[in-house]
């Protein structure tokens, strides 16, 4: 079992710059491929960002070269910074485990692949 904690977040104007961070449990968190969601209100969760169990990365094309994920496999942690921020950024934003395979070279971009996720955490962008 696998439990997440995301934190940060929070309010910025538009340009401006963020940073969420997941806090997983259970010893088999370095093997998972973790990745970020967003779900914005009256819209479908979609697929952020997300990275292998060595740091292998991708992003969704909307985020590309602003967003940046990392991992921390001794500390249990996943973060996202998020540089430039547009208001159309305005979302709850999830952290998200893959388990499906235990070190795997492949990021799934799907939320059904996805097994764990977080509470979710608010990030608004101000015009």
């Known amino acids: 079992q696998v439990q997440l904690v995301e934190s940060g977040g929070g309010l910025a104007q538009a340009g401006g710059s963020l940073s969420v961070s997941c806090a997983a449990s259970?010893?088999?968190?370095?093997?998972?491929?973790m990745a970020w969601f967003r779900q914005a209100p009256g819209k479908e969760r979609e697929y952020v960002a997300g990275?292998?169990?060595?740091?292998?990365?991708d992003y969704a094309d909307s985020v590309k070269g602003r967003f940046t994920i990392s991992r921390d496999n001794a500390k249990y942690t996943v973060s996202l910074q998020m540089n430039s921020l547009k208001p159309e950024d305005t979302a709850l934003y999830y952290c998200?485990?893959?388990?499906?395979?235990?070190?795997?070279?492949?990021?799934?971009?799907?939320?059904?692949?996805?097994?764990?996720w977080g509470q979710g955490t608010q990030v608004t962008v101000s015009s």
């Open positions: 998200a485990a893959d388990r499906r395979l235990a070190f795997s070279s492949s990021i799934s971009t799907f939320r059904s692949d996805y097994a764990y």
């Open positions: 990275i292998t169990w060595v740091g292998r990365t």
């Open positions: 259970g010893r088999t968190f370095s093997s998972y491929v």
